[in-house]
């Protein structure tokens, strides 16, 4: 029988790293898996959201954004991620090593992380879409959104990554843009992206009234929205777990090579949840609202997730919380219909934790190298993302409205957007049941038939 031979140093210390480069892609794994429920919580809040009409129209949507976005990340966007930390000026090696060719992008038994981190991304990039996708519901063409969210999921959203997420990116080497939860990457780019869109599209028929009162137009399903927003909320830990570096052998960091902990993360999550549902409750008494105030929470706290203190996290979502439903009146107010709150859940908060985060972070130190956190710096960041979400869908989406190609016509939208653009019925028992659907009109509603949407907070 032959004696067991004891492994050499050498033979241990490969084994303890492959055991770590192992479990670092095991981590990532689970968190893209988690991800994926973010997008089953978007099909299923737009889905309940949308009257019965449209209520397919608003699940196709986000499953198409999905499975065209991850190309496009693949294809290009990586690329884009990799090669410009600096601005708009390429890094030309990291562009070229990034692209589809490389050794790197397909299997490689020499390369663990390469493809784990991609599919992270990837799903930051599909989350951006879907963030967009209902805030457009029961007028836009699906045509139109797809380009739309091509040019949001596939470039911009990489943009933001390169210049406030990489490790050598400028927003970050020369202000000290600290964003650990992507309030900004993320959030605030497919926010105000959102909000530019919208402003092009104009309001669904019959949403106002010529002397400015708001009709409430109420979604087929409430109960298929709030579950919705729950599975947004359970994907969020894969999300924010991904915005967090599994480091072998030492302690986790952040994006920015901060130590931090998991734990950081659990608290601080979680108390910005609470927060921002009770804020949100607090102000509208909506289950719809109430549920998104949970994002709202989590969104304004995510800058500075791993340093707040539990109870400041918690502060920050309530007062943020509160104010989510008013921003969405504000904007009823200009006449601009976003159907599910997208700018005021992901742009205001967005912008706002950045800005809170300026005030109470101000002073930490960086890595080295980098600037510290200032308030300064988190004000440019988040002039530069809501810029890179605004300016380009804005300009996209005019353009598109220019040509024809933004909305439905009238009597598509009238008759429904899943007879018209899909083609087929979500509940096809519906007629059989009670008969045809019947489309609301409201351009003859007297002021005395409308609900004052401050009437519908209280």
């Not at 030492?250 to 993360?265: E, K, V």
């Not at 800058?303 to 400041?312: E, F, K, Q, T």
């Not at 890595?367 to 004000?379: R, Y």
């Not at 059989?432 to 409201?442: K, L, S, Y």
Request: proline residues 5%; negative net charge; hydrophobic residues 50%.
């Amino acid at each position: 029988m032959d004696e067991l031979q004891t492994p050499s140093l050498a033979e241990l210390h490969a084994l303890i790293d492959m055991t770590n480069t192992l479990n670092m892609e095991i981590f990532y794994w689970w968190c893209t898996a988690l991800m994926i429920l973010i997008h089953a919580g978007f099909l299923s809040y737009e889905i309940g959201a949308s009257r019965l009409k449209n209520a397919l129209a608003a699940g196709v949507k986000n499953i198409l954004a999905f499975a065209l976005i991850i190309p496009a990340v693949y294809l290009i966007g990586w690329a884009i991620y990799n090669a410009f930390p600096d601005g708009l000026v390429p890094r030309m090696d990291a562009f070229m090593a990034s692209m589809p060719w490389s050794e790197s992008m397909g299997p490689n038994i020499q390369d663990n992380a390469t493809g784990i981190f991609w599919g992270a991304f990837a799903l930051f990039a599909a989350t951006t879409g879907s963030i967009f996708s209902g805030a457009i519901i029961e007028r836009a063409r699906v045509s139109a959104f797809l380009i739309l969210t091509l040019l949001l999921g596939g470039v911009l959203w990489l943009f933001a990554a390169a210049w406030g997420w990489h490790p050598e990116g400028w927003l970050t080497v020369k202000w000290g843009y600290h964003d650990v939860g992507a309030a900004g990457v993320v959030h605030m780019v497919a926010g105000f992206f959102a909000l530019a869109v919208v402003i092009n599209l104009g309001p669904r028929i019959g949403r106002f009234n010529t002397d400015g009162s708001v009709n409430p137009i109420a979604g087929h399903s409430m109960p298929m929205s709030v579950v919705g927003l729950m599975l947004i909320i359970v994907g969020f830990f894969g999300f924010l777990g991904g915005c967090i570096i599994y480091n072998g052998g030492a302690q986790w960091i952040n994006i920015y090579g901060q130590p931090t902990t998991l734990s950081a993360f659990s608290f601080n999550t979680l108390m910005g949840f609470a927060g921002g549902v009770v804020g949100a409750y607090l102000i509208s008494r909506e289950p719809f609202w109430m549920m998104s105030g949970g994002l709202v929470g989590i969104i304004s706290i995510a800058p500075g997730l791993d340093l707040y203190h539990p109870g400041l996290a918690y502060l920050i979502a309530l007062g943020v919380g509160c104010l989510a439903p008013m921003m969405n009146q504000l904007l009823l107010r200009l006449r601009i219909d976003d159907a599910v709150g997208a700018f005021a859940v992901h742009g205001f908060a967005g912008f706002a934790g950045l800005l809170i985060s300026g005030i109470f972070l101000s002073g930490y130190p960086n890595m080295e190298g980098m600037a510290d956190i200032s308030f300064t710096g988190q004000l440019v960041g988040a002039i530069v993302m809501a810029s890179l979400g605004f300016i380009p869908g804005y300009m996209l989406s005019y353009l598109l409205k220019q040509v024809g190609m933004l909305r439905v016509p009238r009597q598509a939208e009238e008759r429904g957007l899943d007879l018209t653009e899909v083609p087929a019925q979500a509940y096809p028992e519906w007629d059989a049941m009670h008969g045809q659907a019947a489309v609301t009109r409201f351009e003859n509603s007297s002021p005395a038939t409308s609900i004052p949407l401050e009437n519908k907070l209280a």
